[in-house]
């Protein structure tokens, strides 16, 4: 365990890379949907 110390990152990676995926997937489908963008922005 001491390299999670030296790369906190190499700890966390596994946990960004699916996190940042549905990301990106919800802006594409937005950016897909302007309709679905609106009834986003009307709703915050």
């Known amino acids: 365990?001491?390299?999670a110390v030296?790369?906190?990152l190499g700890t966390i990676a596994p946990?960004?890379?699916p996190l940042i995926a549905v990301i990106?997937?919800?802006l594409?489908?937005?950016a897909k949907d302007p309709a679905a963008a609106n009834?986003?922005?009307a709703r915050s």
């Open 28 to 30: 594409r489908r937005t």
């Open 6 to 8: 030296h790369h906190p």
């Open 24 to 26: 990106v997937k919800n």
């Open 1 to 3: 365990m001491s390299g």
């Open 39 to 41: 009834s986003a922005e």
């Open 15 to 17: 946990v960004l890379v």
